[in-house]
């Protein structure tokens, strides 16, 4: 589903992001990203939105090589993931519906469509009754979970994290990745960056870990349980 | 671990449905762009007056042009047409050449003076009454006196009727007294084209002014814009908002316009009828017609749009997801 062949990033000025990293992520599977701050986390999801271009090697999501991607070709592949941050990117100036529904707004869905599917992505991170509050008068945690919602509400295939617990308590943390689990058992494809060890070794998934642009560990779930053990 | 049922992935809506979606989405936005005006309302206020005031200013003085030139225009003796006629034109010729010409469309009325009256005329303003007094016969000849129709009130079409009226029988020869009229044109040209150089540079203004405001809005906008980029939003569907924005700029800013140019109207009516009624009884400002209120309207709301148009221009493009 995603694959990197021999990555290379360097921001302009900057020693290397990242260093010839390979790394393919299965479709349906689910992978944690970690590794110390500045390891390059947030550069590999970068590359796989096409938020940022490669100095050297090739990017591939669904086989399709993305790599030189044309500007006016972003937005569609971009339709095909759900994003999620740490700080939600939600905006003010409208309500926790209108904030779902804006991927389906912007693919052009009927009406009829968006307001079954915001329900169902509300309804899945119990939002539900919670749809005509303004963003701004949520908790951290529901704010959280409404960027979640907008993330899986037009079902993508890939759905990405760039610390998604960062600001949350330990019991909201596992909350949230429980959320993950869930898309994740439905069929979806999930990659997370995140520094909580403790939270993703509990749910024992794949964790690549990253150092200083480098991929120094790639463990399977059965590994990571042996590696639990000989701890 | 067996998987549980797999989620299906959304259809494409059809075209049909991604077509009203997009004319749903512009209504959307319509409203929207209007809500977030209202939501900021010094902001938006003192861009609606800066507006309106640099379009009621040269629309006002385009009305007053307009009226000055309607006043003008009836002062009877500007423009009119002298025939002096053979002396030895009978009776029934001359009935029917005045016939003739006060059936000319371009014709307003005719008036006969005949050589008689005209020497006595003469005769009353003139210093030489006595040197006339010795005349064995009448020198001057009879004239008819041609005023024509307002909007005939020009050079080129006075000029025309001169020769048609040259080529009647029994006219020796047409005068057309246009040094007023010439002057009152000159004078008219001048004030026009300078209402038009005030015009295009307060019409600049607009656009600067909308466009400085679009523009604020959206570097106020720069997150979101990433966000929705992030989403998978095109340059064109985040572009919308702006420019309707634009739009409501220009609409709201042409209706106040048009506001202010009745106010100031309304008020300078009474003195300006008092002041022109010394000259002419029948004078009646008058206030913009329809289709200048709704050109007023239009070109305010084009300077609206394109000054968004030019705010947003590459900006939009360049704001990237980082
Ligand atoms: N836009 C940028 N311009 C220049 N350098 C950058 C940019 N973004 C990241 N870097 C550099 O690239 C390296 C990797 O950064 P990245 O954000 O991917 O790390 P990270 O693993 O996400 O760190 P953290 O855990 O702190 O979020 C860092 O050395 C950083 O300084
Ligand atoms: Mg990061």
């Known amino acids: ?231 | 671990m067996v998987k549980a049922r797999h989620q299906q992935p959304l259809a494409r809506p059809s075209f049909k449905t991604r077509f009203r979606a997009y004319v749903r989405d512009h209504v959307r936005v319509l409203l929207f762009s209007l809500g977030k005006l209202y939501r900021t309302p010094f902001a938006t206020t003192f861009t609606l007056l800066m507006i309106a005031v640099a379009l009621a200013l040269p629309a006002c003085l385009y009305v007053l042009l307009n009226n000055l030139q309607t006043v003008t225009h009836k002062w009877d003796d500007v423009g009119q047409i002298s025939l002096f006629l053979q002396t030895d034109t009978s009776e029934p010729a001359l009935k029917q050449l005045k016939a003739t010409i006060t059936k000319h469309e371009q014709v307003e009325n005719v008036n006969y003076i005949s050589a008689d009256l005209a020497l006595s005329e003469f005769k009353n303003r003139s210093e030489f009454s006595d040197l006339l007094e010795g005349l064995p016969i009448n020198p001057l000849p009879p004239t008819l006196v041609v005023t024509p129709i307002n909007s005939a009130k020009q050079s080129d079409t006075l000029n025309k009727l001169k020769k048609e009226f040259q080529s009647l029988a029994n006219v020796e020869q047409v005068q057309l007294d246009m040094q007023w009229l010439q002057r009152l044109q000159a004078i008219t040209d001048i004030i026009r084209r300078a209402i038009t150089a005030i015009g295009i540079m307060l019409g600049l203004s607009v656009l600067l002014v909308v466009g400085n405001s679009i523009r604020l809005d959206i570097e106020n906008r720069r997150a979101e814009i990433e966000v929705t980029k992030l989403i998978g939003a095109t340059d064109r569907f985040i572009r919308r908002p702006f420019l309707y924005g634009g739009m409501w700029f220009g609409l709201l800013g042409g209706i106040l316009a048009l506001l202010l140019v009745f106010i100031v109207l309304l008020v300078i009516r009474q003195p300006a009828q008092d002041l022109v009624g010394l000259y002419n009884s029948d004078f009646k400002l008058m206030l913009p017609s329809f289709i200048q209120s709704i050109s007023l309207i239009g070109s305010s709301i084009f300077l609206g749009l394109f000054g968004s148009w030019l705010a947003v221009g590459h900006r939009i493009a360049k704001i990237q997801p980082s």
């Open chain 1, 1 to 231: 589903m995603i694959e990197l062949q021999n990555v290379t990033k360097r921001y302009p000025g900057n020693r290397e992001a990242l260093t010839h990293l390979n790394l393919t992520i299965e479709q349906g599977e689910m992978a944690f990203l970690t590794g110390p701050s500045g390891a390059g986390k947030s550069t590999l999801l970068k590359l796989i939105a096409a938020i940022e271009r490669p100095t050297r090697g090739q990017v591939f999501i669904n086989r399709k090589n993305i790599t030189r991607i044309p500007k006016r070709k972003v937005p569609a592949l971009r339709r095909h993931m759900g994003v999620v941050f740490q700080d939600h990117h939600l905006l003010h100036d409208r309500n926790v519906f209108d904030n779902v529904s804006l991927p389906l707004q912007i693919a052009g869905f009927a009406q009829v469509d968006i307001n079954r599917r915001v329900r169902a992505a509300l309804d899945k991170v119990a939002l539900l009754d919670k749809e005509q509050m303004m963003p701004i008068t949520l908790s951290g945690g529901e704010q959280q979970r409404v960027g979640i919602a907008r993330a899986v509400v037009h079902k993508p295939a890939i759905l990405l994290a760039d610390e998604p617990t960062g600001n949350l308590d330990p019991e909201l943390s596992a909350e949230i990745m429980r959320l993950f689990n869930d898309f994740n058992q439905v069929g979806v494809t999930v990659l997370i960056a995140s520094h909580d060890l403790d939270l993703i070794e509990r749910m024992s998934k794949r964790i690549i870990r990253l150092r200083a642009g480098e991929c120094i560990d790639s463990q399977s779930p059965l590994d990571a349980q042996n590696f639990e053990i000989h701890n």
